[in-house]
């Protein structure tokens, strides 16, 4: 993944600064998967193992050789995964913190910049789920666009792919024009399938998809984004415009419920 000079990011610096050590986000930037691709085997992290680890290691450090025992080092996963206090009762771990977001989102805008300078921008984004990350995607984008939103909606309440209806349908002329597509997740890819059965009919010169998050694990239908921020195993994911049941779009990072919550207890 091509990485931006620091003197590019002075917004994502300032989320450092604010909300996490910034120390520790510049050795957890070494880790960002390529393309960004999330493990959840090896994602998050048991805080009690971690800290069950550092007592011992401190009490037995007399007699180990080597250096004296880090413990901001051992710290900082446990810190990353756990989310802020408002949410610990609903929300089991963080998946993708803020700052990482952040820094995804940047790196789409400058992509997504290069690929259609010059040309007749419409994006398109689904609503709801997408309001979040569009928003900061749109604020990345220095070049002329247009907006419109097709309105989507699953019959079902809460975490099921039923059957589709569309709420809003497209106002803009996407005719000879650039088209891109935007979603919050690429699951079973029947939304975006549907959505794409209706907008190639109107001819658009070129038509690209971009998701938040893709996960391949389920898809049924055969289709593909073209810009991806995250690729994430079969996981129930909220936070940053994904909801369960029209809550947690508010959460500024991507997150997994506890299970209490998702069985409705
Ligand atoms: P599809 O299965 O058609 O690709 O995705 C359908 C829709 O289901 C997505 O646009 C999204 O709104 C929702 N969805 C799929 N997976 C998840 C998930 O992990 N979390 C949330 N909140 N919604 C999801
Ligand atoms: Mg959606």
Redesign the pocket.
């Known amino acids: 993944m091509h990485r931006d000079p620091p003197s590019a990011r002075p917004q994502v610096t300032e989320y450092y600064k604010l909300s996490e050590k910034p120390p520790s986000l510049r050795k957890r930037r070494t880790l960002i998967f390529e393309p960004a691709i999330l493990n959840l085997n090896s994602s998050p992290v048991d805080e009690t193992h971690l800290n069950k680890q550092a007592g011992s290691r401190r009490r037995g450090s007399a007699a180990l050789p080597g250096p004296p025992f880090d413990k901001t080092h051992l710290k900082k996963p446990a810190h990353s995964q756990r989310p802020p206090p408002p949410w610990r009762e609903e929300i089991r771990s963080v998946l993708i913190s803020r700052a990482r977001l952040a820094r995804r989102v940047h790196a789409l805008a400058r992509q997504i910049e290069k690929d259609f300078a010059g040309g007749d921008l419409v994006i398109v984004a689904?609503l709801n789920?997408t309001v979040v990350f569009l928003a900061d995607l749109l604020r990345g984008l220095s070049l002329p666009l247009r907006l419109d939103f097709i309105g989507?909606s699953?019959y079902r309440d809460g975490?099921g792919?039923g059957g589709l209806i569309f709420t809003k349908e497209l106002r803009l002329d996407v005719s000879g024009r650039d088209v891109l597509l935007v979603?919050?997740?690429?699951?079973?890819?029947?939304?975006?399938s549907r959505v794409l059965a209706k907008l190639r009919p109107l001819q658009p010169r070129r038509l690209k998809i971009c998701v938040l998050?893709d996960?391949p694990a389920?898809r049924l239908e055969k289709i593909a984004a073209d810009y991806v921020g995250f690729t994430i195993p079969d996981?129930?994911?909220?936070g940053y415009g994904?909801?369960?049941g029209e809550k947690y779009r508010n959460l500024p990072f991507v997150g997994l419920l506890h299970p209490r919550i998702a069985q409705g207890g």
Do not use: H, P, Q
């Open positions: 689904l789920g989507v699953s975490a792919s979603d919050d997740i690429l699951d079973t890819g029947r939304t975006l998050l996960k389920r996981e129930f994911v909220v994904l909801d369960y």
